[in-house]
């Protein structure tokens, strides 16, 4: 795999993984009942804490072991997209959110 520095690129992924991430989400709480205000609050608190914590912005240690996660994105056959830091998704999910209840 050839790993590629394209921050425009992987920014544009970024948006498109946090949209279907809330969308995901937002079908599940729905199908377990819940309406409204409850909807969109539990559904912006769980995307932003996955985002969180793919962001490696939420610690991570289990059993004395510290787990750093660093997003990638597949855009070819052979070839990984990174900005060159940490990813920034949870930056996206209250603007998703605005988005969707337009």
Same mark, same amino acid.
């Given at each position: 795999?050839?790993?590629?520095?394209?921050?425009?690129?992987?920014?544009?992924?970024? !948006?498109?993984?946090?949209?279907?991430? %809330?969308? +995901?989400?937002?079908?599940?709480?729905? /199908?377990?009942?819940?309406?409204? =205000?409850?909807? =969109? =609050?539990?559904?912006? &608190?769980? !995307?932003? &804490?996955?985002? &969180?914590?793919?962001?490696?912005? +939420?610690?991570?240690?289990?059993?004395? &072991?510290?787990?750093?996660?660093?997003?990638?994105?597949?855009?070819?056959?052979? !070839?990984?997209?990174?900005?060159?830091?940490? !990813?920034?998704?949870? =930056?996206? %999910?209250? /603007?998703?959110?605005?988005?969707?209840?337009?």
């Amino acid at each position: 795999m050839r790993l590629n520095l394209d921050p425009t690129l992987f920014e544009q992924q970024q !948006a498109l993984f946090v949209r279907a991430l %809330v969308q +995901s989400i937002r079908v599940k709480l729905q /199908e377990a009942g819940l309406r409204g =205000e409850a909807l =969109e =609050e539990t559904t912006a &608190s769980i !995307a932003f &804490s996955v985002a &969180s914590t793919i962001d490696d912005t +939420s610690a991570i240690e289990i059993d004395g &072991s510290e787990v750093h996660p660093y997003l990638t994105f597949r855009t070819g056959d052979a !070839a990984l997209t990174h900005c060159g830091e940490n !990813a920034y998704t949870h =930056e996206f %999910v209250y /603007e998703t959110l605005q988005k969707m209840l337009e």
